[in-house]
C-alpha cells in the first residue's frame, strides 16, 4: 500500500517560516506531479504549488514570491518552503502525489492526511 506521510505544521508568527515534508512509501514505480493544497475552515480546497517530474513549478497567485516547493526523487518527497507567513495562510494543508504504482498501469491521486498550519501573532 502507499503511504503518504506529512511533517513540519505548527504554529508561526506573521512573517514567519515553516517547511512543510512529505514523504511517499510503499510500492511505487514512479511518482509524476507532487502538490500541496490547503483548505481553511469554510473554503473549498485550493492549490497552493505544484511540481511535475521534471522541476517545473507552479503556485497560486495568493503564495507567489513567499512560498517555495521542490522535491528530492531519490527519496521520493516533496517540500513546501513558506516564507513571510500571513493569517490568512491559516489552513489544513495537503500532500498531493500522482502516482503509478506498477508497470502499465494507470497513475492515480493519494493524499497526506493534512497538517495544520496557524498564523497569529
Known amino acids: 500500500q502507499v503511504q503518504v506521510v506529512e511533517s513540519g505544521g505548527g504554529l508561526a508568527q506573521p512573517g514567519g517560516s515553516l517547511r512543510l515534508s512529505c514523504a511517499a512509501t510503499?510500492?511505487?514505480?514512479?511518482?509524476?506531479?507532487m502538490g500541496w493544497y490547503r483548505q481553511a475552515p469554510g473554503k473549498q480546497r485550493e492549490l497552493v504549488a505544484v511540481i511535475t517530474s521534471g522541476g517545473s513549478t507552479n503556485y497560486a497567485d495568493s503564495v507567489k514570491g513567499r512560498f517555495t516547493i521542490s522535491r528530492d526523487n531519490a527519496k521520493k518527497m516533496v517540500y513546501l518552503q513558506m516564507n513571510s507567513l500571513k493569517p490568512e495562510d491559516t489552513a489544513v494543508y495537503y500532500c498531493?502525489?500522482?502516482?503509478?504504482?506498477?508497470?502499465?498501469?494507470?497513475?492515480?491521486?493519494?493524499w497526506g492526511q493534512g497538517t495544520q498550519v496557524t498564523v497569529s501573532s
Open positions: 510503499g510500492s511505487i514505480v514512479s511518482i509524476n506531479t
Open positions: 498531493n502525489l500522482v502516482i503509478r504504482r506498477s508497470w502499465n498501469s494507470n497513475t492515480y491521486n493519494y
